[in-house]
């Protein structure tokens, strides 16, 4: 009988860590795909959005304090909340990110750096972990702002965006609407070489493998050009039916067409933003 109840508990245990590698695998990460809402985040007009991201950006670069990138997350978070967004569409690293993390933090802290604090008889310096810790943070930040504008933005009005918010720059004879189609086609383009990679990734791991197949250096040679090999034909293939498909629409100009602009929303949105920024760099100065 105890044999059996153990045996029983093994398989029970089992099939719990197979079910938990199932999900794994099967959740999906959303990225640079709008998430359906009627929030007021997603009635701002694009180019506000990529203007309060970029301008938020270029200060927290400038001045990387700890006040700003905390009022940085907590614009992130109340835009989200106001914007609806789930949990589930918040990409989870794996472990081995976390553990490259960790491995980053041990080096940067053997570096030293002040303050430097007693550690027994040896002392350990803060500074550089300080510092590591704080580019991850802004890290952090600015990938999840550049995220819920994907989540709240149809790809299709980021072009016409571009084109307007680089106006003025066609006075000077620069090609604006030419880089905003190539603005849209590459975030066009991103979701699908995700699916094109992930349905590459799931063939390959159906693929059976010859008798007596061992890894070595030339096994992992010869996966990597059969994986890029199907990648390019992939892409090509990709690249071909969207070119095709641009010119049954009649050519690149119906991309940046759209008559969109700001509103009243907007103009409180840059308040906002405006508001945010200046106080991120009163409080760096203090």
Not at 129 to 158: I, M
Not at 202 to 225: F, Y
Request: net charge positive; proline share 6%.
């Amino acid at each position: 009988m105890t044999t059996s109840a153990s045996t029983a508990a093994q398989g029970e245990r089992w099939d719990r860590w197979s079910r938990r590698r199932r999900q794994r695998r099967q959740r999906s990460v959303v990225l640079l795909r709008q998430i359906p809402g009627d929030s007021v985040i997603h009635r701002l007009w694009a180019g506000t959005k990529l203007v309060a991201v970029v301008a938020y950006g270029v200060i927290l670069s400038l001045v990387p304090s700890w006040p700003g990138i905390a009022i940085g997350a907590v614009l992130l978070l109340a835009s989200s909340r106001l914007a609806g967004i789930p949990r589930g569409a918040v990409p989870r690293p794996p472990r081995w990110f976390w553990a490259v993390m960790a491995l980053g933090a041990l080096a940067t802290l053997a570096s030293g750096g002040r303050p430097e604090v007693p550690v027994g008889s040896a002392r350990v310096g803060l500074g550089d972990l300080e510092l590591y810790l704080r580019f991850a943070c802004l890290s952090a930040v600015l990938l999840g702002a550049s995220a819920l504008v994907g989540w709240t933005t149809a790809l299709g009005d980021v072009a016409p965006a571009v084109a307007r918010l680089g106006a003025p720059l066609r006075r000077l004879r620069l090609p604006v609407d030419e880089w905003a189609v190539t603005v849209a086609l590459c975030i066009r383009s991103l979701p699908l070489l995700v699916d094109e990679m992930r349905v590459l990734v799931a063939a390959r791991r159906l693929r059976p493998r010859p008798p007596g197949h061992r890894w070595n250096l030339d096994t992992v040679v010869d996966e990597g050009i059969d994986l890029m090999t199907a990648v390019l034909a992939a892409s090509i293939r990709r690249a071909n039916e969207m070119g095709e498909a641009i010119s049954a629409r009649g050519g690149t100009g119906q991309i940046t067409a759209q008559p969109l602009g700001p509103h009243r929303a907007d103009a409180l949105a840059f308040c906002v933003v405006a508001v945010a920024g200046a106080a991120a760099i009163g409080l760096a100065s203090l």
